[in-house]
């Protein structure tokens, strides 16, 4: 307004905060937005001067009722602050008053200030308030205070009928971070996906004991994408997590040992090689745990007793076996290698068995030190020349390499001059996806392998194999995911995808043929399973 002159209105503003009439400083305030940033600045500088009584609910009054001047004058928050700051006492008076209708400002400063005398005021405001908006912003508030005593208040908007606040709910339970809290978010989880993996993140967060508890007992999750978060979580927390799961090898659930041998496989902390072997002394009936078993001790530091793999080499399972010599060819040693020996001159049918086992599982160490024994190269032959291409032109470099020409030679083989169908299977575990090569190209296939089902679906977006092998539980994209985007381009008659899985589990299975799943196939498999799947499928 043009008849407004600055200096009389900080001139009144000064008469007022003297006689105390918030009023009339009020009125002249309303005019604000109408005087250059100098004058403005100096009316501000004028109020600052009041006692808090005074300058705050004025403060807060700009801060509500003329926003757009606010945001181009910080230090007007950043003298309510500092106010605040110097008598914190005042805040929940100025909550608790009804002389300020918006305390949207309060609330926040209570917030940052992390002011837990202002609690029990922001309790009994969201008791009774109908504004959505308020009560939202006063349950992030608590959260950012962290006071045990907003639980209960916190807990009761678990439950409520707006998401926003269930969200915001969750979070702040997570910031409060007391066992008691960890337990109601607990009680929470089993409703909701997207809340659940919320949960779970908090507790990865927290990682008290209530909250390593949930996340471990999430590995029994019926639901693949679940489980698969819960081991990716316990994975990152890494050895804090170890004595909770290795109390889990006590138990005589195949798919819970599983899951439990592959987080402590890849946490890699070697207080966990004593129960796995342990376990192994046990002889687990089922042989997907014993395969986990030998892959886990496959990825830790083994030093002493590790000669005890070479009983893996026996397994009635090529898997295991395969498994075993790994763990054997990462843990190598003069002691481990004498007993390979032993084996291999022991009967021919099991010598035989074994002397595959050391090929298709490509493990240099173990392959490198029998090379030059006559019975290895002799047993190795049988298989090497028909191996896939991959395979025997690996060893042909190792004997080249270590001046071993004549065994080289002999291994070149001659390439398939067939046209082979191409398969495609996706597996986290580069162990599985070794024993796929050799499966799938002695079943006749030509096998195309992903570690990774991102990198398989670009693939398949220019390619169409004969058939598509899936694991379930996968990072980042699970084996049901991954039928899902397949099938987007591809319908089950026209491209099969088998689903291979230690699990069965009804909802997985449920979820699977809901995708566009063909068949399930139980690990472990072997040429004569896998060959009957493929055949069944693809005649």
């Given at each position: 307004?043009?008849?407004?002159?600055?200096q009389?209105?900080?001139?009144?503003?000064?008469?007022?905060?003297?006689?105390?009439?918030?009023?009339?400083?009020?009125?002249?305030?309303?005019h604000i937005g109408n005087?250059?940033?100098?004058?403005?600045n100096?009316?501000?500088?004028?109020?600052s001067?009041g006692?808090v009584?005074?300058?705050?609910p004025?403060?807060?009054?700009?801060l509500t009722?003329?926003?757009a001047?606010?945001?181009e004058?910080?230090?007007?928050?950043?003298t309510?602050l500092?106010n605040l700051?110097?008598?914190?006492?005042?805040?929940?008076i100025?909550l608790r008053?009804?002389?300020?209708?918006d305390?949207?400002?309060l609330?926040?400063?209570?917030?940052?200030?992390?002011?837990?005398?202002?609690?029990?005021?922001?309790?009994?405001?969201i008791?009774?308030s109908?504004?959505e908006?308020?009560?939202?912003?006063?349950?992030?508030?608590?959260?950012l205070?962290?006071?045990?005593?907003s639980?209960?208040?916190?807990?009761?908007?678990?439950?409520a009928?707006?998401?926003d606040?269930?969200?915001a709910?969750?979070?702040?339970l997570?910031?409060?971070?007391t066992?008691?809290?960890?337990?109601?978010?607990?009680?929470?989880m089993?409703?909701?996906?997207?809340?659940?993996?919320l949960?779970?993140?908090?507790?990865?967060?927290?990682?008290?004991?209530?909250?390593?508890?949930?996340?471990?007992?999430?590995?029994?999750s019926h639901?693949?994408h679940?489980?698969?978060?819960?081991?990716?979580?316990?994975?990152?927390?890494g050895?804090?997590?170890?004595?909770?799961?290795?109390?889990?090898?006590?138990q005589?659930?195949?798919?819970?040992?599983?899951?439990t041998?592959?987080?402590?496989?890849?946490?890699?902390?070697?207080?966990?090689?004593?129960?796995?072997r342990?376990?192994?002394?046990?002889?687990?009936r089922?042989?997907?745990?014993?395969?986990?078993?030998?892959?886990?001790?496959?990825?830790l530091?083994?030093?002493?007793?590790?000669?005890?793999?070479?009983?893996?080499?026996?397994?009635?399972?090529?898997h295991?076996?395969?498994?075993a010599a790994?763990?054997?060819?990462?843990?190598?040693?003069?002691?481990?290698?004498?007993?390979?020996?032993?084996l291999?001159?022991?009967p021919?049918?099991?010598?035989?068995?074994?002397?595959?086992?050391i090929?298709?599982?490509?493990?240099?160490?173990?392959?490198?030190?029998?090379?030059?024994?006559?019975?290895?190269q002799?047993?190795?032959?049988v298989y090497l020349?028909?191996a896939?291409k991959?395979?025997?032109?690996?060893?042909h470099q190792?004997?080249?390499?270590?001046?071993?020409?004549?065994?080289?030679?002999?291994?070149?083989?001659?390439?398939d001059e067939?046209?082979?169908?191409?398969?495609?299977?996706?597996?986290?575990?580069?162990m599985?996806l070794?024993i796929y090569?050799?499966?799938?190209?002695?079943?006749?296939?030509?096998?195309?392998?992903?570690?990774?089902?991102a990198s398989?679906?670009?693939?398949l977006?220019n390619?169409?194999?004969?058939?598509v092998?899936?694991?379930?539980n996968?990072?980042?994209?699970?084996?049901?995911?991954l039928?899902?985007k397949?099938?987007?381009?591809?319908?089950?008659?026209?491209?099969?995808?088998?689903?291979v899985t230690?699990?069965?589990?009804?909802q997985?299975?449920?979820?699977a043929m809901a995708?566009?799943?063909?068949?399930?196939?139980h690990k472990?498999f072997?040429?004569?399973?896998?060959?009957?799947?493929?055949?069944?499928?693809?005649?």
């Open positions: 307004m043009a008849d407004l002159n600055p009389h209105m900080v001139e009144e503003i000064q008469e007022n905060i003297r006689t105390g009439d918030s009023l009339k400083a009020q009125l002249v305030l309303a005087v250059d940033i100098k004058s403005r100096r009316l501000v500088y004028a109020l001067k006692d009584e005074f300058t705050v004025l403060l807060l009054y700009l009722e003329h926003q001047v606010t945001a004058m910080p230090v007007i928050r950043d309510l500092s700051l110097a008598y914190p006492e005042k805040i929940e100025f008053s009804p002389a300020i209708k305390k949207t400002e609330i926040k400063v209570a917030g940052e200030l992390r002011y837990e005398e202002a609690v029990p005021a922001l309790l009994d405001i008791a009774t109908q504004n908006a308020e009560i939202l912003l006063i349950i992030e508030n608590l959260g205070i962290g006071d045990p005593e639980i209960n208040t916190l807990t009761d908007y678990l439950y009928a707006n998401r606040l269930i969200i709910a969750i979070q702040s997570g910031q409060v971070g066992p008691t809290a960890m337990h109601r978010l607990a009680e929470r089993g409703t909701d996906n997207e809340i659940d993996y949960i779970l993140s908090i507790f990865a967060e927290v990682q008290d004991q209530i909250s390593l508890e949930k996340l471990n007992a999430t590995i029994r639901y693949a679940m489980r698969t978060y819960a081991k990716q979580q316990l994975t990152h927390i050895p804090k997590a170890v004595p909770i799961l290795i109390d889990n090898l006590q005589d659930d195949p798919d819970f040992l599983i899951h041998l592959n987080v402590l496989g890849d946490i890699g902390d070697e207080s966990a090689i004593n129960p796995i342990k376990l192994l002394a046990n002889e687990p089922s042989a997907n745990v014993r395969f986990a078993a030998y892959e886990a001790l496959a990825l530091p083994l030093k002493k007793g590790a000669y005890t793999l070479t009983a893996g080499l026996t397994d009635p399972e090529d295991v076996c395969v498994a790994r763990a054997i060819d990462q843990n190598y040693s003069d002691i481990l290698m004498a007993g390979i020996r032993n291999l001159r022991g021919e049918t099991e010598a035989r068995h074994i002397a595959k086992i090929v298709n599982a490509q493990v240099d160490k173990i392959f490198m030190s029998l090379a030059e024994d006559e019975i290895f002799k047993l190795a032959l020349p028909h896939h991959d395979i025997r032109e690996r060893y190792l004997l080249a390499d270590a001046g071993m020409k004549d065994f080289a030679r002999k291994i070149i083989g001659k390439d067939n046209i082979r169908l191409k398969v495609v299977a996706v597996d986290d575990s580069r599985i070794n090569k050799a499966t799938l190209y002695e079943l006749g296939y030509e096998p195309v392998l992903f570690e990774f089902p398989a679906i670009e693939w977006q390619e169409k194999p004969a058939a092998l899936t694991d379930l996968m990072p980042d994209i699970t084996g049901i995911q039928a899902r397949i099938r987007e381009k591809y319908d089950a008659g026209v491209l099969p995808v088998i689903m230690t699990q069965n589990e009804s997985d299975n449920e979820a995708a566009g799943i063909n068949a399930i196939l472990p072997n040429v004569k399973s896998l060959g009957a799947a493929m055949e069944k499928l693809l005649k």
